[in-house]
């Protein structure tokens, strides 16, 4: 027997309640009964993404909404700035490109993230811009963006911002339309605590205006077709239907808890989950812009073969962490603390690190991660 932990930033684990309502007779979804089903979750959403635009459901996962997003909203040859931090940043190029985009791209090296001045210069020399592309936390590097002052500049220069908030939206405090976001995107296995397959996206009145211009071939993921559909509370085609009954669960159970203190858990155990990383001097990405999503770690020079953290975790202990992508590959693991997540995950993750770390040869007095998280809790409980 081999009890499992599931401690990675997409899939997240999924509460017990929202499990169980997939065991659920099917409902049809042309019927009252899902409409109302339909218009609570429409409600709920706009709560979650802090905004009065429609946020529409697609079923898919993110990369479809992305797709969507950059199908929908501009014309070949369209001049648009996507913001490179890691293997995220990278897929909005390759999606623009796909749909032969002029693409300006800022690259930034893993764990850094992309300054403000940095944006400005490029908008400044690129005067035929349309839009900004960017994660708010981009999960491979576990970095954020400057969302607020990025949003900002775009509105000075007319620019639509378009923000992957896949790892942002329900970790932290993204308001939607208080800072001008045009176009966010989440999906359903990252915070809203659902098994992979819908996404979700709303657009602002500005963005909207985009979409009118746009000559992009465009299908299943039609966003204006689902906006009129949104207004009937149905979907184009047919919806996920279990998944939005999973969602209602997974949208009570975050609005029990309250979005201060569900911000307030995630950078709580964020900040442990960094204290225990230190205290056992293991270097961090990301060092002055840490997402409250994960924490990524490099691996020691002392442990030659990286994949084998992640890999030992899983065989011996059931403990399923993340590791590095593309370049990444057995240079870093990534641990991550959103979503149905404790204080004792956070300790899972950090004691199962502990002995794998001393079974591989990088040597740590054991209970020192542990510890540091433990401190962090309580000093959390002391104020
Ligand atoms: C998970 C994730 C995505 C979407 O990936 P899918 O595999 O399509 O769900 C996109 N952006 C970020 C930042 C993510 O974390």
Redesign the pocket.
Known sequence: MKKTYLLT??PTPVPEVVLASFARPLIHHRTPEFQKLFEEVKSALKRFFQTENDVMILAS????A?DAVVSNLFSPGDTVLTLNAGK?GE?WTEICRAYQANVIEIVVKPGDTISIEQVRIAVKANPTLKAILF?A???STGVVLPTREICELARTHGLVSIC?A??ACGVFSLPMDAWGIDVMIT?S??ALMLP?GLSFVALSERAWKLEESSRNPHFYFDLRKEKNASAKNQTAWTPATSLIQGLSESLKLIEAEGYEELYARHERLARATRAGVDAIKLKRLGLDCPSPAVTAVWVPKEIVDGKKIVKTLRDRYGIAIAGGQNGLEGKIFRLSHFGYCSEFDVVTALSGLELVLNELGYSVKFGTAVGAALEVFHQATVV
Request: aromatic residues 4%; glycine residues 20%.
């Open positions: 930033p997409g996962t993110g990369t479809g992305m995220f897929r994660q936390s981009e999960t992957d896949i790892t999906g296995q990252k992979p």
